[in-house]
């Protein structure tokens, strides 16, 4: 499966779940849903951040106490996935496309890196 797969099953998701967030007639409704993916991804990032958080402060904390958080972090790092497909979606962007232009951009950007290690 790859990516722009993964956008059309969202997209199909969101279509049949919330019809009405797609309906979008004019560029106020567009920055509506917008501002509201936006949020709704800071959010998702925000509860990564928190399990990480608790991980450090378990282990700083709590007699170098090291809890199996991995599932939970991998289930929060998928909503963040999930809006990242929509956020897609919503800009009509091929994310894989986009992935591979920023991917050749950032080889160049950081080959001093890879040259100084040699
Ligand atoms: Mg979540």
């Not at 199909?12 to 967030?21: H, K, S």
């Not at 991804?41 to 990480?52: Q, R």
Request: cysteine-free; aromatic content about 14%.
């Amino acid at each position: 499966m790859d990516l722009k797969e993964l956008q059309s099953i969202q997209r199909r998701f969101d279509l049949e779940y919330f019809p009405e967030f797609w309906r979008i007639m004019n560029y106020e409704d567009f920055l509506d849903r917008l501002e509201y993916i936006t949020v709704a991804l800071a959010g998702e990032i925000g509860e990564f951040a928190n399990i990480v958080k608790k991980m450090r402060r378990e282990y700083l904390h709590v007699n170098r106490e090291r809890r199996d958080y991995l599932d939970t972090l991998k289930e929060e790092l998928t909503d963040i996935f999930i809006y990242v497909l929509i956020a897609s979606n919503l800009l009509d962007m091929d994310i894989e496309e986009w992935y591979t232009r920023k991917s050749n951009i950032n080889r160049d950007r950081f080959k001093k890196y890879k040259d100084d290690n040699l």
